[in-house]
């Protein structure tokens, strides 16, 4: 469905793709949305959306050789969006059934785009 939209990219570093593929493929597997399931894709998506941040928020700062100020201050808003993440993905998390955990995968799998050669 992405791939049909355009679409705006933060890179991830190889091992968080690594990771996050393993653990879609652990979870599949396992079919069960149980405490683990829901820990592992908590921290996993956690992950993600600080790389993210990271990127949106403070990359464009750091190409533009903003202040040390100027870059506290934004990590200091970015700390704040993932605390709120952390508390809403946690709540939608631990009342994942097993239909929804399936779908929270595929859709995992359908944002992760391999790097272009070259």
């Known amino acids: 469905?992405?791939?049909?939209?355009?679409?705006?990219?933060?890179?991830?570093?190889?091992?968080?793709?690594?990771?996050?593929?393993?653990?879609v493929e652990e979870l599949r597997s396992r079919g069960k949305a149980d405490k683990q399931a829901i820990d592992k894709l908590?921290?996993?998506?956690?992950?993600?959306t600080e790389e993210g941040l990271d990127f949106f928020f403070l990359e464009p700062l750091r190409r533009?050789?903003?202040?040390?100020?100027m870059m506290g201050m934004a990590r200091v808003g970015?700390?704040?969006?993932?605390?709120?993440?952390?508390?809403?993905?946690?709540?939608?998390?631990k009342k994942l059934d097993d239909k929804s955990l399936a779908a929270i995968l595929d859709f995992i799998e359908e944002i992760i785009c391999e790097a272009e050669e070259g």
């Open 1 to 23: 469905m992405l791939k049909q939209q355009s679409h705006i990219v933060a890179p991830i570093p190889d091992e968080l793709k690594e990771r996050a593929y393993y653990t």
């Open 42 to 48: 908590y921290n996993l998506i956690i992950e993600m």
């Open 64 to 69: 533009l050789n903003a202040s040390s100020m």
């Open 78 to 93: 970015i700390s704040s969006m993932v605390k709120g993440s952390r508390m809403v993905v946690h709540k939608v998390l």
